[in-house]
């Protein structure tokens, strides 16, 4: 395998730059640049040459033995000075070196995988972590990155192998001493895997949104104010407001961090009839992104709602500061209210959180509802007695498989090209 090398800090004049090199050439190349390394999990100052001896910087050098490195290989690192001067002449000199090149975007995180360091569950945890921006999404990523999720699915794999060596003992073993009846114990242990998977399946939807972020839609008549608040929400003038009705024709979205939830506010055009063919598509945008938004604040003059009223919808009273009674009402103009809408969604959307589970992609939806719909057939073998346990046993290995799959451990080959080049070069 190729020696890599790359920036492993982000591009740009920073106080400190991190160069990384992982593989078999990594200690080689570092002793031709800095001299004799630190010990194992050490670091040491060197200065750093090319070829030709001349200086290049004064870093902190790093050494980690495989496999007790980040990708399981040898590895050593340069924290350099950061300035794009320093960092281009060290990756120069580095380029130089036989059998050593630059390394492809995600590399060091496809080498952590396949060296078993990570399974692909807390690779698409780590490219979350890197890709968080509030507080909820850094705690579900490092629950990803922790690993929890490989954990549960081989506590799974545990009881359905328990489960299908019970099954096929019975077939092959007949006349030996082996339970009569092992559908008790194996529909247990099943019983007891549909119910995990069950939850943490509910859970992916919510999961997603914390990843993706939450939709919250303005909603209302025409000039009631939708701008004017998601201005005042925005702090900044990201829709124009005027008297004229009818002047917001597409949706316009602001994502923000609320209450360390990631949150996308949609401002929409105002719901009313009308024969203006520009405003009719608008609106019909309007409706549909309020149909797909997982939250919705409903402005009415009148009590009233322009679309079917869903649980947790937000029904309010515009233009408080024009209201002799300002009780649910709000005013992006004067921020009367704003507090208590905000708190009011915070609320929502936390008490929603609380249901997402340790999966957060459709990916992993899709190999937990294999698995279950493997399980489910299983048992209905399994209801029919020992003649049909050889079915069971096969539909247990389907659901193994399944979970296999869950963790990158089989069929994802197809997968890997595309998780790794998200990631950025050095990682």
């Known amino acids: 395998m190729d020696t890599i090398f ?19 050439g990594a200690h080689a190349a570092g002793h031709a640049l800095a001299g004799r390394l630190p010990a194992p999990g050490r670091h040491g100052l060197r200065k750093l040459r090319d070829l030709q001896g001349a200086l ?29 001067a320093v960092v281009s002449a060290v990756l120069g000199a580095l380029g130089t070196r036989d059998g050593v090149r630059m390394a492809e975007p995600g590399e060091f995180t496809r080498r952590a995988m396949e060296n078993g360091r990570l399974d692909l569950a807390q690779v698409e945890g780590l490219a979350d972590l890197i890709d968080a921006e509030t507080e909820a999404q850094r705690r579900q990523a490092q629950r990803l990155l922790s690993g929890a999720l490989g954990v549960l699915a081989e506590r799974w794999r545990a009881d359905l192998i328990r489960s299908a060596a019970l099954i096929e003992a019975t077939i092959d073993f007949a006349d030996e001493d082996v339970p009569e009846d092992v559908t008790p114990e194996v529909n247990a242990l099943l019983d007891g895997v549909r119910a995990d998977l069950e939850r943490q399946s509910s859970g992916v939807r919510i999961a997603e949104r914390i990843r993706s972020g939450f939709e919250v839609a303005i909603i209302g008549a025409p000039n009631v104010g939708k701008s004017t608040l998601l201005n005042h929400l925005a702090g900044r003038d990201a829709a124009i407001t005027s008297e004229i009705a009818g002047t917001t024709r597409d949706v316009i979205e602001v994502r923000m961090d609320l209450d360390g939830l990631p949150v996308t506010l949609l401002d929409t055009a105002g719901l009313r009839d009308t024969d203006d063919v ?33 649980p947790g919808d937000i ?15 709000v005013s992006g103009r004067t921020g009367q209210g704003v507090p208590q809408l905000i708190a009011h969604i915070s609320a929502e959307l936390r008490e929603r959180s609380q249901s997402a589970g340790l999966a957060t992609r459709q990916r992993h939806k899709d190999a937990m509802q294999r698995a279950l719909v493997a399980l489910i057939e299983a048992q209905e073998q399994l209801s029919h007695g020992p003649d049909r346990y050889d079915i069971a046993a096969e539909e247990l290995r389907t659901a193994i498989r399944a979970l296999e799959s869950l963790v990158g451990r089989i069929d994802v080959e197809n997968l890997l090209d595309e998780i790794f080049a998200s990631f950025c070069l050095g990682k």
């Open 278 to 310: 520009v405003e009719t598509i608008g609106i019909d945008r309007a409706r549909q992104r309020a149909d797909q938004a997982d939250l919705r604040v409903v402005l009415s003059e009148d009590g009233t709602s322009p679309i079917p009223l869903r």
């Open 315 to 329: 029904v309010l009273r515009p233009k408080a500061d024009q209201q002799e009674d300002c009780e649910g009402a």
């Open 6 to 24: 790359a920036l492993a800090s982000a591009q740009g004049k920073a106080g400190v730059a991190v160069v990384r090199v992982s593989g078999p």
């Open 56 to 84: 290049l910087d004064e870093a902190l050098v790093l050494r980690f033995d495989g496999p007790a490195s980040f990708t399981g290989e040898d590895v050593v690192e340069f924290h350099l000075h950061g300035s794009t």
